[in-house]
């Protein structure tokens, strides 16, 4: 089993930052995705950033470009998710996930493979 535990949620006014992080521990893998996703009021999870912990490839949504970084930190077994000039619109609860059976050859995972996730951070973003 793995236990993903996120952190670093909070109010921010807009055009502020915020970095979130997700310990991951129990099971480890030889290869695996992790991924941020998200889910405001009334609305489905959507996918916001993701990791390939081989290699550090990384994918983002068309929202979350140019603004979030996605990063990981082998040792420690932690991802993170640095958001900047941030908007109201992005208020949500932010979810870590983690995809066990990625393979390097496939594409980034969607939103049903990811088999582990946390329990979410809020994010709320103030006008």
């Known amino acids: 089993q793995v236990q993903l535990v996120e952190s670093g949620g909070g109010l921010v006014q807009a055009g502020g930052s915020l970095r979130l992080s997700c310990a991951a521990s129990g099971r480890t893998f030889g290869s695996y995705a992790m991924g941020w996703f998200r889910q405001a009021p009334g609305k489905e999870r959507e996918f916001v950033a993701a990791i390939i912990w081989r290699g550090g490839s990384t994918n983002y949504a068309d929202s979350a470009k140019g603004r979030f970084t996605i990063s990981r930190d082998n040792a420690k077994n932690m991802v993170y998710l640095q958001m900047n000039s941030l908007k109201p619109e992005d208020t949500a609860v932010y979810y870590c996930?983690?995809?066990?059976?990625?393979?390097?050859?496939?594409?980034?995972?969607?939103?049903?493979?990811?088999?582990?996730w946390g329990q979410g951070t809020q994010v709320t973003v103030s006008s």
């Open positions: 996930a983690l995809d066990s059976s990625f393979l390097p050859e496939n594409p980034f995972p969607l939103l049903y493979e990811y088999d582990y």
